[in-house]
């Protein structure tokens, strides 16, 4: 096939419900930005048609796509997935490969690439994490801190036997704790995460005293609706360094885009001022603020 023939390549995410994800604006600034001829739309996608979705991405003409809630684990057992993607048991990246449905979860990356620009050294000496939540994002998290060395990461989750099961599934650093303990870890922690959805607007608060982290301890924090969280706004008042979702967001999307438009892209202040402007916006205009996408709905 000539240059002038070839279809320009196009991926999406697919999710149930997916009107709110920022990933279209993402992808299409960086299509734009770098004058590669390509389109990122928005699929939804109901959980009973995801298998059916997933296995006629060359039809529809996708060469790869993202995928978010609910379908991280369907993802993952429908497609190869690489090491990373095995290990946190969910992918939230797919491609085609010679025809191969390959898949990664680039959260991981994120959060570690987030961490990195936001709070440079963060992983030097740092012998414990506490970390609330222990759901799919939490099995991210921790897989990136065991990659950094962390020697031991203490859970703080509201259903104590999932913290349980990711130290089984991950090993004796991954330390349950209930949240009596939880004074005395948070005073010898470096590093504070929230994977939990508390402190998400319209939900509860993630209630718990930062005064109690040693001074030069770090918080992050995935939630990004909104963008500085209670969380955030008590570590920022006592001086704590921090790493919001919105960074996270942002560096997870660095590698589905290399990998389907093939040129690594830059996080740079400009991308997070425009999904910062979006977030601000009222939630009708907030979502569709890329409607130059050709998303099937
Ligand atoms: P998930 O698998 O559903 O896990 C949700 C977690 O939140 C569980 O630990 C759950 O505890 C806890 N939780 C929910 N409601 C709670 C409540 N009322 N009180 C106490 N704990 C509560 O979800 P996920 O995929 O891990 O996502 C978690 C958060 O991370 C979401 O806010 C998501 O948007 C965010 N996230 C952000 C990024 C990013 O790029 N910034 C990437 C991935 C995820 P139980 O186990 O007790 O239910």
Redesign the pocket.
């Known amino acids: 096939m000539s240059g002038a023939n070839r279809v320009a390549p196009a991926a999406c995410v697919i999710g149930w419900p997916v009107a709110h994800s920022r990933s279209p604006l993402i992808h299409n600034y960086w299509l734009k930005h770098y004058g590669i001829s390509g389109d990122y739309r928005r699929e939804a996608v109901m959980p009973k048609d995801f298998a059916a979705f997933a296995g006629s991405l060359a039809a529809r003409g996708y060469v790869g796509a993202n995928v978010t ?1 609910p379908h991280k684990e369907a993802a993952l057992a429908l497609s190869e997935p690489d090491d990373r993607a095995r290990a946190v048991g969910a992918a939230n990246t797919l491609w085609l490969d010679h025809g191969v449905l390959r898949s990664t979860n680039t ?1 991981v990356e ?1 959060f570690l690439a987030n961490l990195d620009a936001c709070a440079p050294g963060w992983d030097r000496n740092l012998k414990q994490a506490v970390m609330f ?6 099995r991210a998290v921790a897989h990136g801190l065991l990659a950094r060395c962390i020697g031991r990461i203490v859970v703080v ?3 104590f036997e ?1 913290a349980e099961a990711l130290r089984q599934m991950f090993g004796a650093a991954v330390q349950p704790a209930r949240w009596e303990e939880l004074a005395a870890a948070l005073a010898g922690a470096g590093l504070l995460v929230n ?4 402190g ?1 607007e319209k ?2 608060d993630l209630d718990l005293d930062v005064g109690l982290l040693p001074a030069d301890a770090i918080v992050a924090d ?3 609706v909104p963008l500085v969280t209670p969380l955030l706004k008590a570590a920022r008042a006592r001086d704590l360094r921090t790493a919001d ?1 919105l960074g ?2 942002l560096h ?1 999307a660095v590698r589905g885009f290399a990998l389907w438009f093939g040129r690594t892209p830059e996080v740079t202040g400009e991308l997070r001022a425009l999904i910062e402007a979006d977030l601000a916006r009222p939630p009708d205009n907030s979502v569709r603020a890329d409607t130059g996408s050709r998303a099937k709905r």
């Open positions: 809630v959260d994120g939540g222990a759901g799919g994002a939490a989750n509201r259903t999932r994977t939990t959805t508390l998400m939900q509860p995935l939630v990004y979702g996270m967001l997870q």
